[in-house]
Every structure is written in structure tokens, then in C-alpha cells.
């Protein structure tokens, strides 16, 4: 039989022994952990973000468009009857008051000017792209999208006081301007809310179309291309 002196002599060498080899390990690891740390592995293409591609110029133009009196304009032609809101029929509202859109549209010249000028960049081969800022921070000024849809009521108001005075090609005409600015706008979005006015310019085009096309019922058939996708 085991006298109890002999067995708390056993565990006291024990845990004395677990005590030498953790002061032992302690140092041991902190050696191997002062090495070159290895070089960090590249992330895979899928889990790598997109570089943003640098802005267009027609969208650093449209930047410009956010203050001063294109701004002004801009804006009263959104308060007029093109400021038409989603979810609304605009198409009898249009319809009701053209000369109140022909009136805005009077005092909207520079604004008009400078939106040809850049549907026109556009035609020359410079699209429409969305800058992106690198990372967000306070320090980062963000983009602004009043000008877009300013310059989509610009063509649509035109397209809609044409129709209205029976000019069925000028009508055609401003309805193809207002259809390729609401696509370019939509192929060089790259955020969500570049996303979300894009496709409100879309409809706002296509509720123009259908107001032109109540207009002039007989050639309601030429406008076709305006709502193909």
C-alpha cells in the first residue's frame, strides 16, 4: 500500500514537471514565430473587386450640369408637368398641358445645348460611364444624378410639343435622342442608384412613347423601334 506522503510527492513532481516544460515551450514558440512572415496569397479573380473604370467624359460633363443655371433649369423642368413620377400615368397629364411643358422648355435653352452637346460625344464614340469613387469615406464627394434625368426631360418634352403640333418626324426624332440617352444611361451605370434612375428614365421614355403614340394614332406604328429592348 501507497503511504499518502508518496503519493503528493508524485503529484507535486508532476505538476512540477508540466510547469518546466511550459517555460520551456513559452520561449520555444516565440522563436519560431520571429521569422519572415510568408507573403500573403493573392485573392482569386472571383473574390477580387473590380477596378472602377476611370469616368467618361460625358459623364464628367453631366457633373458639371448640377450647378449654375443649367442646374436651374433643370430643375423647373422637373417641377413642371415632365416631372412626372414613377408609378404615375403621365401619358393624359402630358396631353392636358403641353403648353405648360412648351414654356419650361423655352426657358430651359442652355440646359437643351448642353445635353445635345453630349448626346452628340455620345454619337462620336464617347459613352456615358459611371464613375465610381475608389473607397467611400467623408473626405470622398460623390457623383450626382439630377443631370441624367434633367436631360431626359429635355428630349422628351420636345418629342411631346412636337407631336402635339403635328410634327410627326421631329416628334420621331427626339424620341430616338431621349431612347439612346435612357440605354447609355443604363449600359454605363455601375452603382445601384445608377441602376434605379436608369430604368426611371426607361419608363419615363417609354410613357412618352405612349403619349406620342395617342397623338398621331396612325403612325403609332412607326414608333415601334422606340420600345424595342
Given amino acids: 500500500m501507497v503511504s499518502p506522503w508518496r503519493r503528493l510527492a508524485r503529484g507535486l513532481l508532476a505538476a512540477l514537471g508540466v510547469a518546466l516544460l511550459g ?5 520555444l514558440a516565440w522563436a519560431l514565430t520571429q521569422g519572415d512572415d510568408a507573403e500573403p496569397r493573392p485573392l482569386p479573380p472571383a473574390l477580387q473587386r473590380p477596378v472602377a473604370p476611370a469616368p467618361g ?10 450647378d449654375g443655371d443649367a442646374a436651374a433649369q433643370g430643375e423647373r423642368l422637373a ?8 408609378g404615375e400615368d403621365c401619358a393624359p397629364r402630358w396631353q392636358r398641358e403641353t403648353a405648360a411643358i412648351a414654356d419650361a422648355l423655352a426657358q430651359a435653352g442652355e440646359l437643351g445645348a448642353r445635353c445635345e452637346a453630349m448626346a452628340a460625344l455620345q454619337r462620336e464614340g464617347q459613352p456615358y460611364v459611371e464613375w465610381l469613387p475608389p473607397r467611400l469615406d467623408p ?3 460623390l457623383p450626382r444624378f ?11 418634352g420636345q418629342a411631346l410639343v412636337a407631336a402635339a403640333a403635328g410634327d410627326d418626324a421631329d416628334a420621331r426624332a427626339q424620341l430616338q435622342a ?3 440617352w435612357a440605354v447609355s444611361s443604363l449600359a454605363g451605370a455601375r452603382s445601384l442608384i445608377g441602376h434605379v434612375i436608369a430604368y426611371a428614365q426607361l419608363q419615363q421614355h417609354l410613357q412618352a412613347v405612349a403619349a406620342t403614340a395617342q397623338q398621331q394614332p ?5 414608333l415601334e423601334p422606340q420600345v424595342q429592348p
Fill in 146 to 156: 439630377a443631370a441624367p434625368r434633367h436631360c431626359q426631360h429635355w428630349w422628351i
Fill in 139 to 141: 473626405a470622398t464627394p
Fill in 218 to 222: 396612325r403612325g403609332a406604328g412607326v
Fill in 79 to 86: 417641377r413642371s408637368p415632365l416631372g412626372c413620377g414613377r
Fill in 57 to 66: 467624359p460625358v459623364f464628367e460633363r453631366l457633373q458639371g450640369l448640377e
Fill in 23 to 27: 517555460a520551456l515551450a513559452l520561449p
Fill in 178 to 180: 431621349s431612347r439612346d
